[in-house]
């Protein structure tokens, strides 16, 4: 089966700039999407497609993916951005949604 | 607005069964693939099922194949996620999500519904 990496945790400074990455083999040929779930609260689709920002979605969350790593990039960072991020794709070979472990992003 | 709700949680003991719902509102229920992902206390996103608008693909995850049923009722704006033989491991908060007609994601999802198996 398919596996996504994430790193458990992530920490960064409010204003600057956090990057969470999900690894996947191959993965730059599949389209992720990423998820920000806050405690106690429905996980949010923040970014689709690799890059895409859903409406509502502020400019300060962007998303990329190559080869074997995808990158969620949260730039200038604020304290409602704590929360858990998660990666997804879809694995066609058996039609499967795969969810990585998902990131805690810790706003110091 | 467009709006997910879902219920039918409760506890459960082993080897029991439940059934989930998922109400839609606010666009064209039939036109969207919807998905079931499910949560465990203090645990990550695991999805568990998939179904198209039409209801003609349906798929589960390994861990549920066999043991729980996907279905919809379009005219009803409804999603079922009939749950068999339930185990201890099926403990979870379970989401319903619409999921993007070109890009796969899950753009909107209810607030979810607690099943605890225990006896």
């Known amino acids: 089966s398919y596996v996504l990496t994430q790193p458990p945790s992530v920490s960064v400074a409010p204003g600057q700039t956090a990057r969470i990455t999900c690894g996947g083999y191959n993965i730059g040929s599949k389209s992720v999407h990423w998820h920000q779930q806050k405690p106690g609260q429905a996980p949010v689709l923040v970014v689709y497609?690799?890059?895409g920002r859903p409406s509502g979605i502020p400019e300060r969350f962007s998303g990329s993916n190559s080869v074997n790593t995808a990158t969620l990039t949260i730039s200038r960072v604020e304290a409602g951005d704590e929360a858990d991020y998660y990666c997804q794709v879809w694995n066609s070979d058996n039609n499967h949604i795969v969810f990585g472990g998902g990131t805690k992003l810790t706003v110091l | 607005e467009m709006k997910l709700v879902e219920s039918g949680g409760n506890l459960v003991q082993p080897g029991g069964s439940l059934r989930l719902s998922c109400i839609a509102s606010?666009?064209?229920?039939?036109?969207?693939?919807m998905n079931w992902v499910r949560q465990a206390p203090g645990k990550g996103l695991e999805w568990v099922s998939f179904i198209s608008g039409s209801s003609s693909r349906i798929y589960y995850a390994d861990s549920v194949r066999g043991r729980f049923t996907i279905s919809r009722d379009n005219g009803e704006n409804s999603l079922y996620l009939q749950m068999n033989s339930l185990r201890a491991e099926d403990t979870a908060v379970y989401y319903c999500a619409r999921e993007q007609p070109a890009a796969l994601a899950f753009d909107i999802w209810g607030r979810g519904t607690m099943v605890t198996v225990s006896s």
């Open positions: 606010g666009f064209t229920f039939s036109s969207y693939s």
């Open positions: 497609d690799d890059s």
